[in-house]
């Protein structure tokens, strides 16, 4: 329960940070003296129908993705570094669109001080030059396509107290998020110094009480023109519970989220928050993940004070034998534009089909779609993908 606890702050660690690379499964290359490497690489050649997300009349591309990715960890006992990066560079073969490349890049230092005690120092740093770019982000954020070319650097010191099978757990994270904008006119670089604390409490067997409080000071640029100073306080706890069993892993967390606004013209906001989710393996070859949150979105255009933004996930992978794996997820999000008449509803639905072609080497093919309704028409437009390609580990 402490170790699952423990990923529970991870998690909500990472809602700030975001998922910045996904290292390929694969068995390190071991290095000698506690240093292991996992490099992978992937390459998609997919057909994209509407490239600039058109609401008519898209422009459709063939669309050749690479992705390298390494991971690298040393293990020195009490002390383990580890570093995460991922490159993915497109060409666009028969559209006339530039080519782009995006790079992430994260790396921790985690210290075991005893039995009760640790600490974990980590950086990240993103740079996003095409704003579809599953490869590199997937979070609730991205889904919400009002963002383009930016850079995000992120530094935080996490500390946490409770040892393995404890009936507690407590974490305290201090951290900042900077992103800054590139060839954008209207949005506006931000700051955002944030501190979050977790609590679990074991009140027998399997089951564990939650309770998560975090802080945050968002800080944009000089407002432009006649924009609002969106300047604000955010404030948000939640409270929940955990169960895991062999089978299911179940979490869920609500309470209440306060933004407190400088610029008196804009009136504060409480809203509800929460975030759920259900990990559940009815038998060892599958394996169904439910998931649902809603929590305010920095708006980076500056149209709205912040989106209001709802999602829930279904996804499902099974291995048909050792050699053949599928998935299949479904995603819908609703997007209140705080301040404006703009909502969204997006959906996305996909599935994978994956062999096994060699120990090394998947293969795989797949179709992806996007619905994004909206009651502007200028936001509304829908966009599939087929694709076909390989991932490769050493």
Known sequence: MLSSTRSLA?????????????????DPIKLGSGILLTPAVGMDLRYDDNINNAPQDGIDSF??????RMGLEYDRGAIVYSMEYALSHGNYLNSGRSSFTDHALSGTADWDLGRRHNLTFGAAYLSINDEFNDQVVDDLESLIFERDRYRQSDLYVSYG???EGARGFLG???????RDYREEIVARDRRSPFINGTFSANI??????????????????????DLLDRDNDETSLMVGIERETEKITATILGGLVKKSYTDSAITDYRRPRWQASLNWSPLETSELLLTAERRP???????????DATSASVAW?????????????????????TGTQLTENIRRWGTTLRYQFRPWMDLRTGISTLNQGATSQLFSYQRNQVFIGFDASY
């Open 161 to 163: 107290f409770g040892a």
């Open 297 to 307: 979105v920095d708006s980076a255009a500056g149209i709205a004070n912040f989106v």
């Open 204 to 225: 027998g067997g399997k089951t564990a009480l939650l309770a998560n409080l975090e802080g945050r000071r968002i800080r944009y640029d000089t407002p432009v023109g």
């Open 63 to 68: 669309l050749l993705l690479t992705t390298p």
């Open 172 to 178: 305290v994270t201090l951290g900042t998020s900077n």
């Open 317 to 337: 992978r099974h291995s048909w034998n050792e050699k053949i794996e599928s998935d299949l997820f479904f995603r819908y999000t609703k997007a209140d534009f």
């Open 10 to 26: 991870t998690g909500i660690i990472a809602t700030a940070l975001s998922a910045y690379c996904v290292v390929a499964s694969a």
